[in-house]
């Protein structure tokens, strides 16, 4: 009997859900570890405080002294709190988050010590990171890094910890993190934008991006999901039958959340109210054990960091529940898999949603500029957004049947399609009083009406508008939300630059007015993006001919769309926006190809590994038991036997077949693997891994789950479909 399967069978079944207390209120827990505003006030001097939100709102420097006096404040806030480390929080490209604790307690002589945290721990430390992944920058120019505060994103305390976020740079530099790009596409995304305002509002300061993140996941038990090697190694099931009932039924979307995952759900959501991720809406997925957590969007860099460390904390919570979270995008075959859906837009300091229709005609121009632009940049950098969700794990997910595509297109809706196309036929040149008058009464002051009954939605976009924000679907679940939303905001910037030197262009050289000349940018714009929009089933066969009619990418695997990163104007496009200079680029684009040919072959070697060694040798237990009963029904009839023992005949020999298929494709994937690592070239590695070494998975895996439906299910050795995704 396969004992590991059926003892974590059994303390699955043993388990019961945790109680969990909600004495406060969590408007009054919220951000209770969080060294807010609030605290800040509390703890800080008036000249302190200042600084910081001075440096917070203008990105102004905070500089030595200052720091001094803000590092024991907060210091004084932590202790208080119970903390006892401190530690620069930071993003490496990883994926996951780093922190190296170091404790306040400093010796002093004489046997004495004291608590101590100054402005130079503060503001800047040099971890030993020489370990993380770094594209080749840290050789060509210093081996050291250095992580420096980020005032803009709160320091908060997890556990005894006082966590600082930090962003992580070379000597020289060079970003080493997924921060750093991010604020730097942030503050390009924010001149462009207010330069764009002031055409219709002279007071705005400021624009800020925004993003509100869907975090879908899948909840295992913590002992069925160890029992598979593959989960623990690869985060996803390799191999697996199909179970009887998988999400058919469609009983399991937004149905009762089950107790166990109930109690897992409030804990969690207790932890985030302390550190102030404000989560909101929580529900059962599609598939089974899947479920969803999405908070209030907030500020771009502090919900990416957010969403970062709430991906952690998920974990943590997950351990006492005696659930495993699995993040991955595709953990299970036949069932849906994860994504993170980034809603973004763009608000400006006074207040204003640009991607919310407002009350006047002239609110409304505001937005249908930053509407149209932001198409017209998803237009020109399709495939720039497509690289910027490229990964082993997300190429499961892209294209499968359940989730966006990928190639890359943006829904609008019908009404907006039709405000659109009145648009595209405003006069060329000058407008006539009575046409602009027109237009803003009849078309553009429409627009917040047509807009509330503007309730079509679109699954199978993968970029979609959805009434105030434009939602980017095709983000993966284990995704740092950095990645994207540096494309997504630089990319808009560039657009939106491009888009004030053309209507500055016709003001100056045509001398239109200002409302003329961006009616006419706008038309030509409008006229352009016709091939980025899609309202249609973007599931459909008949869609890919259609992209590809229209000239569009549909790069469906990942060494195949990270190319674009390195072409020459993608590389020209992050330096000019002052977002990424060459050598970050290039050094991104060759972690990213490394961490795929990584990924892929660790799978590569955990599904030789339990074809061979666990699958196998199974097969081969049931074959003996097997042949012993036809020996024994041959000893009872003699030669009669064969007409008792037809169906245990046929049974050894496709378990032979089947042996020796699985053992010859896992020798064929060893020596392809071997062939590929002896080059160097990082593109033909990748894509060797891609074309040569992951399709054999699913020849492996057919032999596999066939040998799985022939053998006793006492002595199958792999936890079950039906066991992990049903045990509640
Ligand atoms: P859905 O129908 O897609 O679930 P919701 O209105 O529930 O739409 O919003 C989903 C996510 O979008 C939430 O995280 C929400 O906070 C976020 N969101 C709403 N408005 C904005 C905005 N202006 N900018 C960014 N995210 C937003
Ligand atoms: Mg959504």
Redesign the pocket.
């Known amino acids: 009997m396969s004992t590991l399967r059926f003892n974590a069978i059994k303390e699955a079944l043993k388990r019961v859900p945790l109680k969990i207390e909600e004495t406060k209120r969590r408007s009054e827990v919220f951000g209770e570890n969080v060294f807010n505003e609030a605290s800040m006030r509390q703890y800080l001097t008036k000249n302190a405080l200042k600084s910081i939100l001075e440096s917070i709102e203008k990105g102004t420097k905070i500089d030595r002294l200052m720091a001094d006096h803000i590092s024991i404040g907060m210091k004084e806030w932590a202790i208080s709190k119970g903390a006892t480390h401190y530690t620069h929080w930071f993003q490496p490209l990883t994926g996951a988050t780093a922190e190296k604790h170091d404790a306040f307690f400093e010796t002093i002589g004489d046997g004495m010590a004291i608590e101590k945290f100054d402005g130079s721990q503060l503001v800047q430390q040099e971890p030993d990171a020489s370990s993380f992944p770094h594209g080749g920058i840290r050789n060509t120019f210093e081996a050291r890094g250095y992580t420096a505060w980020d005032p803009t994103s709160p320091a908060f305390i997890y556990g005894t910890t006082l966590c600082i976020p930090t962003v992580f740079v070379s000597y020289t530099g060079e970003a080493l993190d997924y921060k750093t790009p991010l604020l730097r596409a942030l503050h390009a995304v924010d001149d462009a934008a207010v330069a764009v305002c002031k055409y219709f509002d002279k007071n705005v300061r400021k624009v800020s991006a925004?993003?509100?993140?869907?975090q879908e996941y899948f909840l295992i038990d913590k002992a069925l999901a160890t029992s598979r090697p593959d989960i623990v190694l690869a985060g996803r099931t390799l191999l697996g039958h199909s179970p009887a009932k998988g999400q058919q039924l469609d009983d399991h979307y937004f149905g009762t959340i089950p107790t166990r995952a109930m109690a897992y759900m409030r804990d969690l959501e207790n932890e985030c109210m302390l550190l102030g991720i404000p989560v909101?809406?929580r529900h059962n997925e599609v598939a089974p054990n899947q479920f969803e957590l999405?908070?209030?969007?907030e500020e771009a860099n502090l919900?990416v960091d957010h969403n970062s460390l709430l991906m952690d904390v998920m974990q943590k919570v997950a351990e006492r529940h005696g659930f495993n979270v699995l993040l991955h995008e595709k953990p299970f075959a036949g069932v849906n898999g994860s994504g993170k859906?980034n809603?973004?837009?763009l608000?400006t300091d006074t207040g204003v949603?640009l991607?919310?229709p407002g009350k006047t005609p002239m609110s409304n121009l505001q937005f249908l500029t930053f509407f149209i632009n932001t198409i017209k940049a998803v237009l020109t950098h399709e495939e720039l957004l497509r690289a910027a969700i490229a990964s082993a794990s997300n190429d499961h997910r892209l294209g499968a049947n359940e989730a966006p595509p990928a190639i890359i297109s943006v829904f609008i809706g019908a009404q907006l399609t039709k405000v659109l196309e009145e648009l595209e036929s405003v006069t060329k040149g000058k407008l006539s009083p009575q046409e602009k008058t027109d237009l803003k009464l009849n078309v553009v002051g429409k627009i917040p009406e047509i807009l509330l009954d503007n309730t079509d939605?679109n699954r199978t976009s993968p970029f979609a508008f959805?009434?105030?924000?434009f939602?980017f679907r095709a983000v993966g679940s284990t995704a740092n939300c950095a990645n994207p939303m540096t494309v997504l905001n630089t990319i808009v910037a560039k657009q939106l630059i491009d888009f004030k030197a053309e209507v500055d262009a016709l003001i100056d050289e045509k001398s239109m007015k200002k409302d003329d000349a961006i009616f006419n940018v706008l038309r030509e714009y409008i006229k352009a993006s016709k091939h980025i929009l899609f309202e249609g089933n973007g599931y459909s066969e008949e869609w890919e001919k259609e992209a590809k009619k229209r000239g569009l990418s549909n790069n469906k695997t990942t060494p195949e769309a990270l190319k674009v990163k390195i072409s020459k104007s993608s590389l020209e496009l992050f330096e000019t926006l002052g977002v990424m200079n060459k050598v970050e680029s290039q050094a991104r684009y060759e972690i990213e190809m490394e961490e795929y040919i990584l990924h892929i072959q660790i799978e590569s070697r955990v599904i030789g590994d339990i074809a061979r060694n666990h699958i196998v040798p199974t097969a081969v237990r049931y074959q003996n038991i097997l042949i012993e009963n036809v020996t024994g029904l041959k000893t009872i009839y003699g030669d009669e036997f064969k007409s008792f023992a037809k169906e245990q005949l046929s049974l050894i020999e496709q378990i032979s077949r089947h042996i020796e298929a699985i053992n010859s494709l896992v020798t064929k994937m060893t020596d392809e693997r071997k062939s590929i690592n002896k080059g160097s070239d990082l593109e033909k590695k990748a894509q060797g891994y891609c074309q040569k070494v992951k399709p054999i998975f699913e020849d492996i895996r057919y032999h596999c789950d066939k040998l799985e439906l022939m053998i006793d299910d006492e002595l199958w050795p792999l936890t079950k479909y039906r066991e992990l995704l049903f045990t509640k």
């Open positions: 925004s993003l509100g993140w869907e909101k809406t999405a908070p209030i969007y919900a859906h809603n973004w837009s608000s949603n991607l919310s939605r959805t009434g105030n924000k939602e």
